[in-house]
């Protein structure tokens, strides 16, 4: 730890993060502000990359975490990869230095729908990146590819935490269908 004048430094270096907490002068402040940094050149640069035809490199920690985690979905996704690509609308990896920390797809929603609708699916972060804006980075991915495509985006929350995830980017609770969460997607035909 550094003392530079009224901020601290603490460098954490099992992830090459930075947290700075700077005090102000004022002895009695209303508020301390507390930053948190991944971008430390070379160490966190984050990436986020297609996934045509085959699994990304690290797919095999990812997965074993998930494993870990209770999920399967990594192993269903490896599956589908090799049985079935084209079932994939897109598939995207995300990577915080070097390592691989998430994975999300869509497809076709597999219920029926009076409409064209995708599913986002095979979603999965590993445990050491959450948090991070990971998900968030590929589900903005996916519904950027989306846009103009369908009218509607559906997802099933595999639990409270993810379903506080999808509403709070955007999707609503629904009940009855086969799945939990949907999102009305902006016709952007006529600005492409």
């Given at each position: 730890?550094?003392?530079?004048?009224?901020?601290?430094?603490?460098?954490?270096?099992?992830?090459?993060?930075?947290?700075?907490?700077?005090?102000?002068?004022?002895?009695?402040?209303?508020?301390?502000?507390?930053?948190?940094?991944?971008?430390?050149?070379?160490?966190?640069?984050?990436?986020?990359?297609?996934?045509?035809?085959?699994?990304?490199?690290?797919?095999?920690?990812?997965?074993?975490?998930?494993?870990?985690?209770?999920?399967?979905?990594?192993?269903?996704?490896?599956?589908?990869?090799?049985?079935?690509?084209?079932?994939?609308?897109?598939?995207?990896a995300y990577y915080?230095?070097?390592?691989?920390?998430?994975i999300g797809a869509?497809?076709?929603?597999?219920?029926?729908?009076?409409?064209?609708?995708?599913?986002?699916?095979?979603?999965?972060?590993?445990?050491?990146?959450?948090r991070r804006n990971?998900?968030?980075?590929?589900?903005?991915?996916?519904?950027?590819?989306?846009?103009?495509?369908?009218?509607?985006?559906?997802?099933?929350?595999?639990?409270?935490?993810?379903?506080?995830?999808?509403?709070?980017?955007?999707?609503?609770?629904?009940?009855?269908?086969?799945?939990?969460?949907?999102?009305?997607?902006?016709?952007?035909?006529?600005?492409?």
């Amino acid at each position: 730890m550094k003392f530079d004048g009224f901020r601290f430094r603490l460098r954490l270096s099992s992830y090459g993060g930075q947290v700075t907490l700077a005090v102000p002068r004022d002895p009695y402040p209303a508020k301390a502000v507390l930053t948190v940094s991944d971008k430390v050149p070379g160490v966190m640069d984050p990436r986020l990359e297609r996934i045509v035809d085959k699994l990304p490199a690290g797919f095999a920690d990812l997965e074993a975490d998930a494993m870990a985690d209770g999920h399967r979905q990594m192993t269903r996704l490896a599956a589908e990869l090799t049985e079935t690509p084209a079932i994939f609308h897109a598939a995207y990896a995300y990577y915080l230095g070097g390592r691989l920390a998430g994975i999300g797809a869509m497809t076709d929603e597999p219920a029926p729908t009076g409409q064209p609708t995708w599913r986002m699916r095979r979603f999965y972060v590993h445990r050491e990146f959450r948090r991070r804006n990971v998900a968030y980075a590929i589900a903005m991915a996916l519904l950027h590819d989306a846009a103009g495509s369908v009218s509607t985006m559906t997802v099933h929350a595999g639990d409270q935490a993810a379903a506080q995830f999808w509403e709070a980017i955007g999707f609503s609770r629904v009940v009855g269908l086969a799945w939990s969460h949907q999102r009305t997607m902006l016709d952007t035909t006529a600005s492409r």
